[in-house]
């Protein structure tokens, strides 16, 4: 699409201004952390995107968005990035075709802030659609979703959120003087700033938390309950989807969703994924529940604390920021055991994906 207007810190594509850069935030951006700031006028808050893709984005999401409406049927993901998405996304998707194999086709295909919707809607053809998104629900247009949508809204504690999208992140952007950007550079930015790409993630869950909790419509579930609960997270999510699922079956996808078992079954997704952002790069780089003390100063601890229950305190999301199981795995790997040969046939499909 031309562009028809511009300043200083502002592009218009088509309808809406793309605003880059703000004089009044003092948080320093770290190196390739550049987004822009969209205003849609049926958003209740504005939708943060990532300089490099800001302008496809324009083009040929936004409007796609506004002009289509999903089809019945269709089931649609909302998360926070690093939330717990691919988890949740595998899950859905298994459940929808009634077998624990991988998806054939990427996640990024049923994205909606990487393809127009016309492309989205051609994957119908391969069976349900399982579209996920990182905007939050209310920054999405009014009449996108079915009042009959069935909408899963995944939630991670955001202290494990924060490190995970550091290390995401810092494989997506150039290295300062050969270096790696910094942990602590990161900290204040993702926690503060109002341009961290796709929106800070107290801000996703406070939209999904205060205004769509009680939609029977919308399930809210945990990355936590997914990893040390999965059978009955799988169960609870079958139900909210209106899908019969055997016991059988949500074993053998609790099993598939295990981390170990995901990374290696996922190979070319992962392969995909480094030939892109370099080797260091990986969707699946632990998954485990309190990984944020590895990385947390005491000093920085306090400071998102401060943040984090004055925002709570009347919300009082029951977040946990440390595992309640001994071993998270110990459940999967044992039926891993009982399960020869399980491992090939639920990684077969994605074998296949060059």
């Known amino acids: 699409m031309e562009q028809v207007a511009s300043a200083s810190n502002c592009v218009i594509y088509g309808k809406y201004p793309c605003v880059d850069g703000d004089e009044e ?21 504005p939708v943060v995107i990532p300089a490099q893709v800001a302008v496809k984005w324009h083009n040929d999401v936004i ?3 506004e002009d289509q409406t999903m089809a019945k049927g269709d089931f649609l993901l909302v998360s926070a990035p690093k939330a717990g998405t691919h988890l949740a996304w595998e899950i859905m998707s298994m459940l929808a075709n009634g077998k624990a194999t991988y998806s054939t086709e990427p996640k990024h295909l049923t994205w909606c802030e990487f393809l127009s919707f016309p492309e989205i809607l051609r994957q119908g053809e391969r069976g349900p659609r399982i579209i996920n998104t990182h905007r939050s629900l209310s920054q999405l247009p009014p009449n996108f979703r079915l009042n009959s949508t069935k909408t899963v809204a995944c939630m991670r504690n955001p202290k494990d959120v924060l490190v995970s999208f ?22 204040d930015f993702l ?5 961290v790409p796709f929106g800070r993630t107290l801000d996703h869950y406070a939209d999904i938390w205060d205004n769509y909790r009680d939609d029977p419509n919308t ?35 609790a099993m598939a969703i295990d ?14 994924f480094r030939h892109r952002y370099g080797e260091n790069a990986t969707l699946y780089r632990k ?20 943040i984090f229950n004055l925002w709570n305190s009347d ?40």
């Open 25 to 45: 935030e003092a948080i320093k951006h770290p190196v390739g952390m550049e987004s822009f700031i969209i205003h849609l006028p049926y958003a209740v808050s």
């Open 63 to 65: 409007q796609s968005l």
């Open 166 to 187: 550091y290390y995401h992140m810092r494989n997506g952007v150039p290295k300062v003087n050969g270096e790696f950007i910094k942990f602590d550079d990161m900290f």
């Open 191 to 195: 926690l503060r700033s109002k341009y």
């Open 219 to 253: 399930l809210i579930i945990f990355f936590e309950d997914i990893k040390e609960n999965p059978t009955q997270t799988i169960r609870l999510i079958a139900e909210h989807m209106e899908i019969s699922a055997s016991e059988d079956l949500i074993a053998r996808i």
């Open 259 to 272: 981390i170990s078992v995901m990374r290696e079954g996922k190979y070319c997704t992962e392969r995909q």
């Open 287 to 306: 998954g485990e529940i309190g990984d944020w003390k590895n990385h947390f100063s005491c000093q920085q601890n306090i400071e998102f604390d401060n």
């Open 315 to 354: 919300r009082r999301i029951p977040f946990r920021f440390e595992p309640s199981l001994p071993s998270p795995h110990s459940y999967v790997h044992k039926l891993l055991e009982h399960s020869l040969g399980w491992r090939e046939r639920i990684t077969s499909h994605d074998s296949k994906i060059h």
